[in-house]
């Protein structure tokens, strides 16, 4: 099955324990990004990636990491979380960098900082 | 800069009725427009996308959406609305970066 998968779904943490948010599609997509949902505020970017070493700041880059060291993992990392950090996390994939290709999004990591 | 906006938070209609989900875009260029749906507890699901020819675009589960360049505009419609399509509806816009509208949230009432 076609999918993009999140690990962990639920976590709760204390500001400045470093944490790593897994991500993995299964598509041989090209693109791939992280975003973050808050109320009232919709989805916002954090970082993309167009392939595999090509990463790039979305609108909302401090405080997070990426890497795209192989093409189906894109792992988000929070060096030092604090409790602004607390929100739910898409990672999505889709097939090359044109404009026209709708995106594929995990399940969601709702991450508590506290 | 690419901007998209959703003016309406959240949308109520009457099971059977049509629905209009509104969305306005400003981009530099030809827009490359989106709608996806989020269910509760679940990431986005794509709907439809307009990318350029026809100004009705249709989609899944019935949704169509119509472009129009003139006043920058991409409404999401339906054109009987179910109990099943309440959730949380978003627009976007991509060139190599996609930007979200804030979203709205449509409740269909039996």
């Known amino acids: 099955e076609a999918q993009v998968t999140q690990n962990p779904r639920y976590l709760i943490t204390v500001t400045g324990k470093k944490l790593t948010v897994t991500c993995s599609q299964n598509m041989n997509h090209e693109y791939m990004s992280w975003y973050r949902q808050d109320p009232g505020l919709g989805l916002r970017q954090i970082y993309y990636s167009m392939n595999v070493e090509v990463t790039d700041k979305g609108d909302v880059p401090e405080g997070y990491k990426v890497s795209r060291k192989e093409k189906r993992n894109f792992p988000l990392i929070l060096e030092s979380p604090s409790p602004n950090q607390t929100s739910l996390y898409f990672c999505?994939?889709?097939?090359?960098?044109?404009?026209?290709?709708?995106?594929?999004f995990g399940p969601g990591t709702r991450l508590t900082v506290l | 800069a690419q901007s998209v906006a959703q003016p309406e938070d959240q949308v109520n209609v009457a099971e059977g009725n049509p629905l209009t989900v509104k969305c306005t875009y400003s981009v530099s260029g030809n827009p490359y427009l989106f709608w996806y749906v989020q269910y509760p507890n679940r990431g986005l699901q794509f709907l439809l996308k307009y990318i350029t020819g026809d100004n009705l675009v249709k989609g899944s589960y019935g949704f169509e959406a119509e472009f129009n360049k003139s006043q920058t505009s991409f409404h999401l419609k339906k054109p009987s609305a179910l109990v099943s399509d309440s959730a949380l509806y978003f627009c976007?816009?991509?060139?190599?970066?996609?930007?979200f509208g804030t979203g709205t949230r449509l409740k269909v009432l039996a």
């Open positions: 999505a994939s889709s097939h090359r960098t044109s404009g026209n290709n709708e995106q594929f």
């Open positions: 976007a816009v991509r060139d190599y970066k996609y930007i």
